[in-house]
């Protein structure tokens, strides 16, 4: 059965603000640990141009609007990717949406990781805990392909809760067969399991960058984006060349809500991808904020 | 009824099997402090420079996220120490520390304890000792906690 | 025809010619009238519907009027009722969707409520819109709707001559002149007769104005209007101190005052009701399917006025992120009077007091920004060093 939707009203493309494209549901995956990836292919057109880092609106018809970063490739033919973790009724909605149904998406939004701005000889390291490696997907997948024709190094350091919901483990991977430097650490650990157990931060002091010609993104929950960004800065990274993806309740994705402040930030047009030094950590440190 | 530092440092457990002296090194570089229902003795991201010692009150050790507000990791009674970053690089306090009730503690200056010790290394060797015996006891008691052994078997 | 910038002067009876030429153009005419013991925004169709010999009494959580047998129009402050409910409308469908198993069918409904010319704005308030349309018109993102409603409005703005003891808007250089955008600006001159110093501020409103029968104006004219802004200057009842208020507020988050200042606060948002630019609105689904696997049905969008003392405002992760009144206070006094110019590059506060007027309690945000900078750099809670 093909799924149709209809603008009335006014002539797309010019959209009402809070009105969302519809796209089909061209492909599913179950990746574990209550997260879903949907493939997405809008039914009028292309998928706009987007950046690493950024995210869309979707919305799953019948129930409510949710920030989903994009994880798949800008510029690659075919679908994008959205990987959803179920934690309340629209991304529950979201993740049982069958293939061919129609979901709503707008952006894309935010900042991105601005890969282009890492210098080809400085090394990288990403510290993704949980489902925060699916914004970093993208980005870290361009990263092993700029290096590998050689320059800096890319570190890729996953923290995950069990050996049995590590999330993108095909990707991680392929990354390391592509020569990328990669450790997943657990926090609890299981039979069979050799890898590190233990907080992701505590691999950082033996992870072998050079701190004085390194970026590094990080992206998880808040607290392990913190205590990461002060272990590298430990390291010696220099805290501007540190970036985090911040989170806070989004509700209209485009600045005139209120509701994603941060401080002097609204996270949907001043993040969510935010520098460490002089920002982050600021914010961070202020409780309630 | 005041009690002297002398005193209430006299009778703390944690510097309880110490060598003689150490009273008299910790004595010195230790006002008194009292901290109401609420207040934070330490801030995660400040300086350590200071080694609590307990008498009165509780302390929870906490960390805070937004939307979870606040995870109390653990807590602190009386003849305990609040306080382990000041012992070691980078100096920094690692978790919040705040006062559930009513609290009266020592504060012992770690700048100033490091000072003398280095002076008294034999007292400075035990007072160590004594705080790695501490750590031993979180460290395990910590690792016990990760096995969420009160969880459901089917999350497991 | 005159141009931007002109002035004149028209008799009383020229603002009933006014207001009947902005109805004929196909306006809605609203403005100030009383109901309910106080000044609030309805349909005015003559000169008769606005407030005759009104006067309002305003401080810190209270709010009286009284009427006396004077002749003037405008001789009160502001009321309850801000000009945003009309653009930035306090609840609105944004689009309705009709669902038929995998069929989607969207469809936005259309605006009916007609272009406004609103016929007796504050100089606050006028720059309060202007300050709105910051936020809501002129971002990456404009809100199409409220800008539709914006770009469709004539605005005849009036100046003060009567402040209430919570104004303070010199401090905000918001007036009590008219400073930003307008169509027509008026000053109400009542000395022997009863005439409107007018300002043209726009084609739009120099054209509506050829209608009106005016004359050119006269040195007692001009130094009569003088009288009434400088008087209303020197009764204006506060004053805030703006100097390097961003980074005073933004230097204090851990003043003890928070604390001291949420013992009194109700978390009730009057004030962000009453605020002409406060901002912050829900975006709700609403829906009526009862089956959400199968679904058939309709949903609409919904876009909702919230407030940032709402509990779940912040919720996130399973738990509100200000989940304490002293965070939630904090986090509207410090965008009203700090971030705000981090995000939009101006103050969010134009002085009108009603957040003081209306809180329960009598809060004055005046008081409490002028009781941190008086204890700059107090902290609460034990010792504050940041390596």
């Known amino acids: 059965m093909t799924a149709t939707a209809e603008h009335a009203g006014r002539p797309a493309p010019q959209r009402g603000t809070l009105s969302p494209e519809p796209y089909r549901v061209t492909g599913r995956r179950i990746e574990g640990a209550d997260v879903v990836t949907l493939a997405l292919e809008p039914h009028h057109g292309r998928p706009p141009a987007f950046a690493h880092g950024q995210f869309n609106m979707l919305t799953a018809f019948g129930v409510g609007e949710v920030a989903i970063s994009i994880s798949s490739a800008p510029g690659a033919p075919g679908p994008i990717e959205h990987s959803v973790r179920d934690v309340g009724a629209v991304t529950h909605a979201l993740c049982r949406t069958p293939i061919g149904a129609t979901v709503g998406v707008r952006g894309p939004f935010g900042t991105h990781w601005d890969v282009d701005g890492i210098e080809e000889g400085a090394d990288v390291v990403v510290v993704a805990g949980g489902i925060g490696l699916a914004p970093l997907r993208g980005a870290i997948r361009d990263l092993v392909d700029r290096r590998r024709a050689g320059g800096g190094r890319l570190f890729v350091l996953a923290g995950m809760r069990s050996p049995d919901q590590i999330l993108f483990a095909e990707d991680l991977e392929e990354w390391r067969r592509s020569g990328a430097y990669v450790t997943v650490t657990v926090d609890v650990g299981a039979p069979g399991w050799h890898g590190p157990v233990g907080v992701v931060t505590t691999q950082l002091p033996d992870t072998p960058f050079d701190s004085t010609r390194c970026a590094a993104l990080a992206c998880g929950p808040e607290i392990m984006m913190r205590f990461a960004a002060r272990a590298l800065v430990d390291r010696g990274v220099d805290p501007r060349r540190i970036r985090v993806s911040l989170e806070r309740n989004m509700q209209c994705g485009v600045g005139l809500c209120g509701h994603c402040q941060l401080g002097p930030l609204l996270l949907c047009r001043d993040g969510p991808v935010v520098p460490y030094g002089g920002i982050a950590e600021r914010l961070f440190m202020e409780h309630q904020r | ?156 | 025809m005159m141009e931007v910038g002109d002035v004149a002067v028209f008799e009383r009876e020229g603002l009933e010619l006014l207001i009947g030429t902005l109805r004929s153009m196909g306006y809605r005419t609203i403005g100030p009238v009383v109901r309910d013991g106080a000044i609030v925004h309805g349909e005015v169709s003559g000169a008769e519907d606005l407030p005759v010999g009104w006067h309002d009494h305003q401080e810190p959580g209270r709010y009286r009027m009284e009427q006396g047998e004077g002749p003037e129009l405008f001789g009160w402050a502001v009321g309850p009722a801000s000009w945003k409910s009309e653009f930035f409308t306090p609840e609105e469908t944004v689009w309705r969707a009709s669902i038929t198993g995998e069929q989607v069918t969207l469809s936005e409904p259309d605006d009916t409520t007609g272009p406004v010319a609103i016929i007796g704005a504050r100089p606050c308030e006028v720059s309060a819109l202007a300050v709105l349309d910051r936020v809501l018109a002129e971002g990456a993102h404009p809100d199409d709707r409220y800008s539709a409603r914006r770009d469709g409005a004539f605005v005849v703005a009036v100046e003060c001559g009567a402040p209430a003891s919570t104004c303070f808007c010199p401090s905000m250089g918001t007036g009590p002149s008219a400073r930003a955008a307008f169509d027509l600006a008026l000053t109400e001159l009542i000395d022997d007769g009863h005439r409107f110093h007018v300002q043209v501020g726009s084609a739009a409103g120099a054209a509506v104005l050829a209608q009106v029968p005016h004359r050119a104006t006269e040195e007692s004219d001009r130094s009569a209007r003088q009288e009434v802004l400088s008087g209303a200057e020197a009764r204006m009842g506060r004053s805030l101190d703006t100097g390097d208020l961003p980074g005073l507020l933004a230097r204090n988050l851990e003043h003890p005052r928070w604390e001291e200042v949420a013992e009194r606060c109700l978390s009730c948002g009057n004030c962000t009701l009453v605020c002409p630019t406060c901002f912050c609105s829900d975006v709700t689904d609403v829906t009526d399917v009862t089956d959400v696997t199968d679904v058939t049905g309709t949903v609409e969008r919904q876009r909702r006025w919230a407030s940032c003392f709402d509990l779940d405002h912040s919720y996130m992760n399973g738990g509100p992120v200000r989940p304490t009144t002293a965070s939630r206070y904090r986090q509207w006094l410090t965008h009203k009077l700090s971030t705000w110019w981090d995000q939009f590059d101006e103050s969010g506060c134009v002085g009108c007091g009603r957040c003081i007027t209306w809180c329960p309690v009598g809060i004055d945000l005046t008081e409490e920004a002028a009781a941190i900078r008086a204890a700059d750099g107090a902290v609460g809670s034990g010792k504050r060093r940041v390596s």
């Not at chain 2, 229902?37 to 302390?59: F, N, P, S």
């Not at chain 2, 807590?75 to 705040?98: I, K």
């Open chain 2, 1 to 156: 009824m005041t009690e002297t530092i002398h005193e209430i440092l006299s009778a703390h457990r944690f510097l309880a099997v110490l060598p003689e002296g150490t009273i008299e090194l910790a004595a010195a570089c230790a006002p008194p402090e009292t901290f109401e229902a609420g207040r934070l003795l330490l801030r995660e991201g400040d300086v350590a420079d200071t080694l609590h010692l307990i008498h009165r009150g509780r302390v929870s050790i906490e960390i805070h996220g937004p939307g979870h507000c606040r995870h109390i990791i653990d807590t602190v009674g009386p003849g305990h120490t609040v306080g382990l970053s000041w012992a070691a690089p980078p100096f920094r306090c690692q978790f919040d520390a705040r006062a559930l009730e009513p609290v009266a503690a020592v504060a012992v200056d770690s700048e100033c304890l490091r000072a003398r010790l280095g002076k008294n290394p034999a007292v400075g060797y035990a007072l160590l000792e004594r705080l790695v015996s501490v750590l031993i006891g979180r460290l395990q008691a910590a690792r016990v906690r990760l096995l969420d052994l009160y969880g459901n078997d089917s999350d497991r």
